[in-house]
């Protein structure tokens, strides 16, 4: 399976969201890779607490090993590689268990950027790697860069060819929870020069396209939450917006039957974009309503039934 995360602001807790959704997979089995594709901010390693490659990978004096930047621009030398439990500096993420898969995180390149085009080279050697990669691990979850990217238009461009057609492959848009966020996303995929257009532009079935497209809703308050110690005027118009947000989501074609799930609000998270570990909320330092949602993600990633044509 092929999971491409994608959002149309930054901010939106797509990358932070996709790297606990892989590392709950690994923990339920499945080997995962993970490829940073947001080329001009590769910090997937961070997240990781990679210490070697949490701005990306260096520049190598011997090139013996490069980042999927320099890949994908042309570089024969091998793609570099890190085994999560290995390499990690936290001794929480080391040792995932006997009956956990294998976390691998491909690094994109330090001091890269955005690509200035998604030609047929590009395209190509993005279509060897992506195959290379299905072959090998059960999901891979490619983390493209915010926005109209040209790290978006490759992966449409590389998953219309022929030969990857037959690939199980899921779209996840990531969005917070609010008016800017809700309205960004559904032009993300639905404007006139959005996913959809723009991968019917490039060859997909526009059916199809849409039917592996599923949102998550991000940082999302618990209902009625602290009400209590608000005033009731207060309290009424917090209300009124989760309302009028829910609508809002259900007019722009982002209501429930698109939802793949949500995350609530993290305080964790609000201080330092990580992993969050089962270890955490047994220290009563992270919420295990979090836990859970990463968890329910990573279930509903996996359920074909989730997975039925809207």
């Not at 570089?75 to 006997?98: E, M, P």
Request: charged share 20%; glycine share 8%; proline share 2%.
């Amino acid at each position: 399976m092929l999971v491409f995360s994608t959002s149309d602001k930054g901010g939106s807790g797509r990358s932070v969201t996709s790297s606990n959704i892989a590392y709950r997979l690994c923990l339920q089995g499945y080997d995962v890779a993970y490829a940073d594709f947001d080329f001009g901010s590769p910090t997937a390693g961070a997240l990781f607490e990679i210490t070697a490659v949490q701005r990306g990978l260096p520049d190598n004096e011997d090139d013996s090993e490069v980042g999927l930047h320099r890949y994908l621009l042309g570089s024969y030398v091998g793609i570099a590689r890190f085994d999560v439990g290995a390499t990690t500096d936290r001794s929480g993420l080391r040792y995932i268990g006997s009956n956990a898969g294998r976390l691998v995180l491909l690094p994109g390149d330090e001091g890269g950027a955005e690509f200035l085009t998604s030609d047929d080279v590009v395209v190509n050697r993005c279509a060897r790697l992506l195959t290379e990669l299905d072959q090998e691990f059960e999901i891979v979850v490619i983390d493209l860069s915010a926005g109209r990217s040209v790290a978006l238009e490759i992966a449409l461009k590389t998953m219309a060819l022929e030969q990857l057609r037959d690939h199980v492959v899921r779209w996840l848009v990531f969005h917070r929870w609010t008016r800017q966020h809700i309205l960004a996303a559904a032009g993300l995929v639905y404007g006139p020069n959005g996913l959809v257009n723009t991968g019917v532009n490039y060859g997909h079935r526009r059916e199809e396209l849409l039917a592996a497209i599923r949102f998550v809703r991000t940082a999302v308050p618990a209902p009625n939450a602290h009400l209590g110690a608000r005033h009731g005027a207060q309290a009424t118009w917090l209300q009124e917006q989760n309302a009028a947000l829910k609508r809002l989501a259900t007019h722009n074609k982002l209501g429930l039957t698109s939802l793949l799930g949500a995350t609530p609000i993290e305080q964790v998270l609000q201080w330092r974009e990580q992993i969050i570990l089962d270890n955490d909320v047994v220290a009563n330092i992270a919420a295990q309503e979090t836990v859970d949602a990463y968890n329910y993600l990573a279930r509903r990633l996996m359920d074909n039934v989730a997975w039925e044509r809207l």
